[in-house]
């Protein structure tokens, strides 16, 4: 099991006698926007979120790395450990060059990413700017996830590149950010893939090397019916095949950076279908020795959101707002993410 960051609290102070260490956190949606709806979120769980997901373009703009970090601050100031979402959009997906991938491996983005690394290293020496002291900040970093799919260009199926380049440009990112004096006590790097290939090639072929990765990610969804193409699935039947063929190519630790579930069956929305999924999800997440999940809780394809959504199986107030809420997920995060650690 990996070892994990966790902002320690008195809500997460829990006997540690258990066997390794689980973390579950959500992406709420941008900061600052989020973070009253995620401080009720946490009200409603009535236990803290260990992550908060952030995503963020490769912005070159002067003032455009300053605004980040200020908000993985705001992240860190409210009892959470960001983990942020790297894409190398630059800074949009319309004006992101289908090579991309070419220009980071011959080092066209080399100023850009020492700057970003020197600001990081700034940021996680924390307001006495002194590494090792009790103000330190850390942070997951999931930079160009999902390549084994077609819809990011930093993909072999999405953008002009082999896995060859995309693996070169792993590897110089994660020279560049480590050359700023940057190691896995305060940044986890986890490399993320998508549940299932998409084209031909496979995810094992972009594993960029143990040496630059600490945690392997793997993303999926049930869409249910939601699409023309999808159909409902099983936590298991989403994820497994995947989650053992990464296992059989790497023995580092398995994690799931981003999950969700919709409603929609082929019979209409169906809160208790989805609730159930999202209780069966967590059992199996402990079944499957998952490190680390993250929650993609924001309506956009379909109705993923579990708290504050247009649908629910049941409602909380919390400080005069009225909430749709899952309990499933509530009762399978609450039993996920038991066990506490503190930095050592």
Known sequence: MARLFIRPREARQRSRKAAGVRVAGAFTGPVPAALDRTAAMERWLDMPLDIQTVFEPWA????????????????????????????PFTPTPAATPADILEQIAAGEYDAYLSQWADALAAWRAGPD??????????????????????????????????????????????????????????????????????GDVPAEDLFPGADVVDLVGVDGFNWGASQPWSEWRSPSAVFADMIDRMREHTSLPVCI??????????DGPDPVQKNRWLRDAFAYFREADVSLVGYFDIEKETDWQVFGGTAGENTVRINGTRYQTYPGYRAGFRSFATVSATYD
């Open 60 to 87: 070159v703009a002067p003032d455009a790395i300053a605004d980040l970090f200020e908000r993985l601050t705001s992240i860190w100031e409210a009892g959470r450990t960001p983990l942020l979402t790297w894409e």
């Open 129 to 198: 700017g002194t590494v090792g002291t009790a103000d330190d900040r850390r942070l997951y970093l999931r930079p160009m996830h999902e390549p084994n799919g077609d819809w990011y260009p930093w993909a072999p199926e999405g953008g002009a590149c082999t896995p060859e380049t995309y693996v070169e440009a792993w590897r110089r990112l994660h020279r560049l950010v480590t050359d700023a004096g940057i190691t896995n006590d305060h940044v986890l790097w986890i490399w993320a893939v998508n549940h299932a290939d998409v």
């Open 257 to 266: 950076p981003e999950f969700g579930c919709s409603s929609v069956t082929v």
